[in-house]
């Protein structure tokens, strides 16, 4: 069973960076599809970033130039670089992954449907 792991969410003043992790574990020798979600109060989850084992990624249009999806094979964790950080970035943030052949997994995606597994997502607070 693969079990995803959130850290590194903190509170940080508005222009700040922050650097996410999600470790994986029990995951299949397969090719897989892997994403960055938050949820803020009283709005719905939404897709952020994005990147699937051949490296592909996509980023959702509020954070493109800002923040940085990446992974370390070796290791099976995925990072989420967050640089310039806004009061709007606050939220609750997730790791999703969907493990499964070249085929299934060959684009990223930000559509939750688009994912499986879920992490039980760490906290972002940015003050301004």
């Known amino acids: 069973q693969v079990h995803l792991v959130e850290s590194g969410g903190c509170s940080v003043q508005a222009g700040g960076s922050l650097r996410l992790s999600c470790a994986a574990s029990?995951?299949?020798?397969?090719?897989?599809?892997m994403g960055w979600f938050r949820q803020a109060p009283g709005k719905e989850r939404e897709g952020v970033a994005s990147i699937n084992s051949a490296g592909n990624t996509i980023y959702a249009e509020s954070v493109k130039g800002r923040f940085t999806v990446s992974k370390d094979n070796a290791k099976m964790t995925l990072y989420l670089q967050m640089n310039n950080l806004k009061p709007e970035d606050s939220a609750l943030y997730y790791c999703a992954a969907k493990f499964g052949s070249t085929w299934v997994v060959r684009l990223p995606d930000l559509r939750e449907g688009a994912f499986d597994i879920w992490g039980q997502g760490t906290q972002v607070t940015v003050s301004s």
């Open positions: 029990g995951y299949p020798n397969s090719s897989y599809r």
